[in-house]
């Protein structure tokens, strides 16, 4: 059923009147009288008696006028509903935030609140890389903020500062209290590596960083452990290696026990933390999120760069 043919029989039968119905919904009058016939015709009965004065409802059509106003009146909330769905939905970014990066999106956020008071900010924890190159793909995110690798074939990628990598060791090692340590520090220490792809970028970044140090490290298999869950921080701390990863914090108001996260030094040891977003992006509330992110970090290179994974070497 069209529901231009029910606001057509209620309004002719509000004024009685083809003509002044016609005029209020601001249309001639032979598309109006084809509505309520095709109405009639589709519902088998007569709504109105056409007379010389103008129209009178039917006894049928009395009984369907309540009827037609209620449904009517749904049709429009549906449509009001539709209509604010789609408003908040033009003000809204979808973001993907990468392990330790809250405090970074936090600083665009307060930005872009106080520049764009309708924008609403939808985030997501990203750590995959396969995870969030996908979800840019499909239009489920819109920004990711996170670490390479990203993929150049379907986005932009600026890079806003770089991060230092990080030793995670046992705090009973000798080492745990320094302030710095080289790679070369760690060559005796047992290399716990997480699956690579979860960070590809990060896992050959570090075997990358032996190789350039001369150390073949004796690495130990985590698949269902990391530096980020609680079974990779067991295996740290019962000394059964070292991670080398980034995006934990060196301080906390409640900081880790049984171990210790110390910068590593070497110039190479760091990552990009960069914001990406789907190639030829045409959305006004995307681009103006991009803006605040320019805002916070003006000194990043607005000119999208492709970002590879540095070249993986055996261990």
Same mark, same amino acid.
């Given at each position: 059923?069209?529901?231009?043919?029910?606001?057509? =029989?209620?309004?002719?039968?509000?004024?009685?009147?083809?003509?002044?119905?016609?005029?209020?919904?601001?249309?001639?009058? $032979?598309?109006?009288?084809?509505?309520?016939?095709?109405?009639?015709?589709?519902?088998?009965?007569?709504? =109105?008696?056409?007379?010389?004065?103008?129209?009178?409802?039917?006894?049928?059509?009395?009984?369907?006028?309540?009827?037609?106003?209620?449904?009517?009146?749904?049709?429009?909330?549906?449509?009001?509903?539709?209509?604010?769905?789609?408003?908040?939905?033009?003000?809204?970014?979808?973001?993907?935030?990468?392990?330790?990066?809250?405090?970074?999106?936090?600083?665009?956020?307060?930005?872009?609140?106080?520049?764009?008071?309708?924008?609403?900010?939808?985030?997501?924890?990203?750590?995959?890389?396969?995870?969030?190159?996908?979800?840019?793909?499909?239009?489920?995110?819109?920004?990711?903020?996170?670490?390479?690798?990203?993929?150049?074939?379907?986005?932009?990628?600026?890079?806003?500062?770089?991060?230092?990598?990080?030793?995670?060791?046992?705090?009973?090692?000798?080492?745990?209290?320094?302030?710095?340590?080289?790679?070369?520090?760690?060559?005796?220490?047992?290399?716990?590596?997480?699956?690579?792809?979860?960070?590809?970028?990060?896992?050959?970044?570090?075997?990358?960083?032996?190789?350039?140090?001369?150390?073949?490290?004796?690495?130990?298999?985590? $698949?269902?452990?990391?530096?980020?869950?609680?079974?990779?921080?067991?295996?740290?701390?019962?000394?059964?290696?070292?991670?080398?990863?980034?995006?934990?914090?060196?301080?906390? $108001?409640?900081?880790?026990?049984?171990?210790?996260?110390?910068?590593?030094?070497?110039?190479?040891?760091?990552?990009?933390?960069?914001?990406?977003?789907?190639?030829?992006?045409?959305?006004?509330?995307?681009?103006? =999120?991009?803006?605040?992110?320019?805002?916070? =970090?003006?000194?990043?290179?607005?000119?999208?760069?492709?970002?590879?994974?540095?070249?993986?070497?055996?261990?």
């Amino acid at each position: 059923m069209d529901f231009r043919h029910l606001r057509a =029989f209620i309004t002719v039968a509000e004024e009685s009147s083809v003509t002044r119905a016609a005029e209020r919904l601001h249309i001639s009058q $032979p598309p109006l009288s084809r509505h309520i016939k095709q109405l009639e015709d589709e519902l088998g009965i007569t709504l =109105f008696i056409r007379h010389r004065q103008g129209v009178t409802l039917t006894e049928a059509g009395h009984r369907l006028l309540e009827k037609a106003r209620a449904l009517a009146s749904a049709a429009s909330d549906f449509y009001e509903s539709a209509n604010q769905t789609t408003r908040h939905d033009a003000n809204k970014v979808r973001l993907g935030i990468g392990w330790g990066l809250w405090d970074t999106v936090n600083r665009i956020r307060v930005a872009s609140a106080a520049k764009f008071g309708n924008m609403t900010i939808e985030a997501t924890d990203v750590m995959c890389a396969e995870q969030y190159n996908r979800q840019l793909q499909d239009g489920s995110l819109d920004v990711v903020f996170g670490r390479p690798y990203f993929d150049s074939e379907i986005t932009e990628v600026v890079p806003l500062y770089q991060e230092r990598m990080l030793a995670v060791l046992s705090d009973d090692s000798p080492l745990a209290s320094r302030k710095t340590l080289s790679v070369r520090d760690l060559a005796s220490e047992p290399l716990l590596m997480y699956d690579r792809h979860i960070t590809p970028y990060l896992y050959d970044k570090v075997l990358e960083l032996y190789a350039k140090a001369g150390i073949s490290p004796r690495m130990i298999p985590t $698949p269902d452990a990391g530096p980020y869950n609680q079974a990779g921080l067991m295996l740290v701390a019962s000394g059964k290696g070292v991670y080398v990863c980034m995006g934990i914090p060196l301080t906390s $108001p409640h900081p880790l026990s049984g171990i210790a996260v110390v910068p590593i030094s070497d110039d190479d040891a760091a990552i990009d933390i960069c914001v990406a977003w789907r190639k030829g992006e045409t959305s006004a509330i995307v681009r103006q =999120f991009l803006n605040c992110v320019w805002q916070v =970090f003006p000194e990043a290179d607005r000119m999208p760069v492709p970002l590879k994974a540095p070249s993986r070497r055996a261990s």
